[in-house]
């Protein structure tokens, strides 16, 4: 596993999306940088740890940053959210506050949570990554994109950047789909005693913001912020909002610290 760290102020873990790497938090990671200390971790078998031969699972991700890291603020965006959350749940002496940036506890539709995506979604892109995982992972970049404001430059930035540290590992993409598809962390929300913030963007295909706010009503310490007209990754069209949001988290944090 690969972890960047520059800039300067609180330390801010940055966890990717699936297929992807930290280099995507380009334009986000040059606003934050005057005032946080960025941890910009590319996930095992994705960018610059595309070598590792560390397992894609919360486990040992997990208990591999908190290796190497201080004490921080943790962001995830889509699947790194379910890494944030996990460290937050099982190692919250470590985690200072978490952020989900268009990220669920639980990814795909059940019984009693109707707002996920259909689990045939993932059995298709997991399908589909054996016969042309190429076209399938252009599938998945467009499905992310869809809905934003201004969809034709986040899809460009998207399948720029999946390639742009070398191409991701086909097992792990197959491993992080299974995780989308299975985990359900949302027995620990109760649990968190950390400020949270659940960052949503109103146009998002993948995560449903009534998902994330559903989400938040179970966690103590929520602030719900929905960002207009953006997509699956608000960070690429209004990183200007998705900063202020998290300097709103860093300011709660620091008010718990006085």
Do not use: N
């Not at 031969?53 to 190497?68: G, H, K």
């Not at 996990?86 to 949570?113: K, N």
């Not at 969809?151 to 989308?180: I, K, N, S």
């Amino acid at each position: 596993m690969h972890i960047q760290t520059r800039g300067r102020g609180p330390d801010l873990v940055l966890l990717h999306g699936w297929a992807m790497h930290a280099g995507v938090f380009g334009g986000l990671a040059e606003r934050l940088e005057p005032r946080f200390t960025l941890h910009l971790v590319d996930l095992p078998g994705h960018g610059h740890g595309r070598d590792s031969t560390l397992p894609l699972a919360l486990e040992p991700v997990v208990d591999a940053i908190v290796a190497r890291v201080p004490h921080a603020l943790w962001a995830g965006w889509s699947l790194g959210g379910l890494f944030a959350l996990h460290a937050a749940a099982t190692r919250p002496g470590a985690v200072a506050g978490l952020a989900m940036l268009c990220a669920s506890p639980r990814f795909v539709r059940g019984d009693d949570w109707p707002l996920g995506m259909s689990p045939e979604i993932f059995r298709g892109f997991a399908l589909g990554l054996r016969s042309d995982w190429r076209a399938t992972l252009d599938r998945f970049i467009a499905l992310e994109a869809f809905g934003s404001d201004d969809a034709r430059h986040e899809m460009r930035v998207l399948r720029e950047e999946v390639f742009a540290r070398g191409q991701p590992a086909a097992h792990v993409l197959a491993d992080g789909l299974e995780m989308l598809e299975t985990c359900d962390l949302r027995g620990v929300l109760p649990m968190l005693a950390m400020p949270t913030l659940w960052l949503a963007g109103r146009r998002d295909r993948l995560v449903d913001p009534r998902a994330m706010r559903a989400a938040a009503e179970q966690v103590p310490r929520a602030e719900v912020v929905v960002v207009e007209h953006a997509g699956h990754a608000p960070f690429l069209t209004h990183a200007d909002a998705v900063a202020s949001a998290l300097d709103g988290l860093a300011a709660a944090v620091e008010a718990d610290a006085r």
